[in-house]
């Protein structure tokens, strides 16, 4: 999903990162992986400027010694686009319950013609200096082959119920064919002896 506003456009709306796994360990009841600690994990926004004029963007989190933003600010040409990396420092301690609550906030205003990230004022994005900023507010989420688990799951038995569903149909009208073939022999069964009867009683 994209969000989309008069200046600029990002995708995606929010951030996942991809905890490593370590075979060797045993996490839950159902899989032998262990979050593999000491790795960073990086998630890639893409910032697109939907304006003739020029963007400048700064990127703000609420747990900047935990996250490595790069670029953090920047200035996007008129239609044009760039990737933000926001890498995800190598953690020593497995999130809680793999909940997050850090956010990011990405703020970005018109800027004059042909401005240079070095050369943007100090309050460019400065709300009491005057300045019309916009922002979009992005969510954190960890991913573990857990949660990828738990959706496969519910895809298979989405599938189990509907494939026995489906046998159940069959079955029933497997069973409808049987008996109305079992008739009809019956039926023709009868017919013939009734035939060979009068045929013989004839004689």
Same mark, same amino acid.
């Given at each position: ?5 008069? %200046?600029?456009?990002?995708? !995606? ?5 991809? =905890? ?5 360990? +045993? ?8 979050? /593999?600690? /000491? ?7 893409? @910032?697109?400027?939907?304006? &003739?004029?020029? $963007? ?7 747990? !900047?010694?935990?996250? =490595? @933003? ?12 760039? $990737?933000?990396? @926001? ?23 018109? $800027? !004059?013609?042909? +401005?240079?990230?070095? &050369? ?5 994005? #400065? ?6 900023? &916009? &922002? ?15 959706? =496969?799951?519910?895809? %298979?038995?989405?599938? =189990?119920?509907?494939?026995? /569903? +489906? ?5 029933? #009208? ?10 009809? $022999? ?9 035939? %060979? ?7």
């Amino acid at each position: 999903m994209t969000l989309s506003a008069h %200046l600029i456009s990002v995708h !995606p709306q929010d951030l996942k990162f991809q =905890f490593y796994m370590n075979p060797l360990y +045993t996490y839950g009841p159902l899989f032998h992986v262990l979050v /593999e600690l /000491e790795k960073q994990s990086y998630c890639d926004l893409k @910032v697109t400027n939907n304006t &003739e004029h020029h $963007v400048a963007f700064k990127v703000k989190t609420t747990s !900047p010694k935990k996250y =490595f @933003v790069r670029p953090n600010t920047g200035v996007v040409h008129p239609l044009d686009s760039c $990737v933000i990396r @926001v890498t995800l420092q190598a953690q020593r301690n497995y999130p809680r319950n793999m909940q997050c609550k850090d956010k990011f906030l990405l703020q970005s205003t018109v $800027v !004059p013609p042909n +401005t240079k990230t070095g &050369e943007l004022p100090k309050d460019t994005f #400065n709300k009491e200096a005057g300045n019309t900023l &916009e &922002e979009f507010k992005l969510r954190v989420y960890y991913i573990t082959p857990l949660s990828a688990y738990g959706d =496969f799951k519910d895809d %298979l038995d989405h599938n =189990f119920d509907a494939n026995l /569903e +489906t046998y159940k149909k069959r079955s029933y #009208n497997g069973a409808i064919g049987f008996s109305i073939k079992f008739i009809i $022999v019956g039926l023709v069964g009868i017919t013939v002896g009734y035939v %060979l009867n009068i045929l013989l009683s004839s004689t």
